[in-house]
């Protein structure tokens, strides 16, 4: 059996965690192949009560983003949560608390420094699943750069609909769009064509809407690079095959007993802990990242955990053509939590 990335890590996330102004926009991202959360179903609740919203879903290709604007302006100083029904069961999909007012001011964006066009066969224990796939360096944002999501329009010979977007997309680590498809655990966003030049057109989306000043940009569909693109010389393996080269350490991470309880008192009766794990060519563990849930939300034991234990590990070298290389991997956790 060939093994494949766990596209499974990125089924569902959300925006904003924390503190959100009292003109949020809560968005939710579905990825089509691997969540069982019904779009359909996502409402925003206050004190068990369904908020009225105005509920946008843009759909393209596999992914789908739920857009929940309230018909009034949300209580200041108020928590609220995002429910959404998976299977025949209510999930929390989203917390935040409301500040004193509405933000009104637009975000402030650079725009595009970079875009590199891959073609990616399909490759056994890679992230590669086999596609057209553009990588959009981009210039950090001024301020709280966070929340902040990406509003994508394909530029046609029609008027660009300034409030209807193609698809809406997260940063990756914050600095990068994944545009098209091909490369997990991203959904395919547009489906790219093998020859001539894509337009784009990309601005920056807080979480109350406000838009940058958007920027055209053109991908060059014939200057598409191999498999490997130069932007990393690192190679992304399944959670299975970084799992296949260790020689040392606990298979198993359990969480200790304060880590339980931090989790239930934030409301969670389960979590899936997912993970950026690097190994370095010598075999030593040289980056352990937490993704998912967002380590603002933990106090930082509950990240160092995690650091130490996986940090501990050691592997036999991931070796390419011959030689050894850096691995990368997203090996995931699930909690049920017993009350």
Same mark, same amino acid.
């Given at each position: ?63 789908? !983003? !739920? ?273």
């Amino acid at each position: 059996m060939q093994d494949t990335c766990p596209v499974a890590t990125r089924a569902w996330w959300a925006a904003p965690w924390g503190r959100a102004p009292t003109n949020v926009r809560p968005r939710v991202f579905l990825d089509a192949d691997e969540t069982r959360v019904d779009p359909a179903s996502i409402v925003l609740h206050q004190d068990d009560a369904v908020v009225p919203t105005d509920a946008r879903i843009l759909r393209s290709e596999k992914l789908v !983003v !739920v857009e929940l604007r309230p018909a009034q302006p949300l209580a200041p100083g108020t928590p609220y949560q995002v429910l959404g029904n998976e299977g025949d069961r209510t999930v929390r999909l989203l917390g935040f608390e409301t500040t004193d007012g509405p933000d009104t001011r637009s975000p402030v964006w650079a725009g595009v420094t970079k875009t590199t066009v891959v073609a990616a066969p399909a490759r056994p224990s890679s992230c590669h699943t086999g596609g057209l796939y553009a990588l959009l360096d981009i210039a950090r944002p001024e301020g709280d750069a966070r929340d902040l999501a990406f509003a994508v329009w394909v530029a046609g010979d029609s008027r660009i609909d300034p409030d209807a977007p193609s698809f809406i997309v997260d940063a990756w680590e914050g600095r990068r769009l994944i545009i098209g498809g091909g490369l997990s655990p991203f959904p395919r966003n547009l489906r790219l064509p093998e020859t001539g030049a894509v337009r784009l057109v990309v601005a920056a989306i807080d979480p109350s809407g406000n838009r940058s000043v958007p920027v055209e940009v053109t991908l060059d569909m014939g200057a598409a690079l191999p498999e490997h693109p130069p932007w990393t010389d690192e190679w992304i393996v399944t959670a299975r095959r970084m799992e296949s080269l260790r020689r040392a350490g606990e298979t198993d991470v359990h969480l200790p007993t304060t880590s339980i309880e931090e989790l239930k008192r934030a409301g969670y009766a389960g979590e899936r802990v997912v993970l950026r794990v690097c190994v370095s060519p010598a075999g030593d563990v040289d980056e352990v990242k937490m993704l998912n849930p967002d380590p603002a939300r933990l106090t930082p034991a509950f990240v160092d955990h995690y650091r130490r234990a996986i940090g501990a590990w050691k592997f036999w070298p991931l070796e390419v053509a011959g030689q050894p290389a850096r691995m990368c991997a997203f090996p995931t956790y699930n909690y049920v939590l017993r009350r």
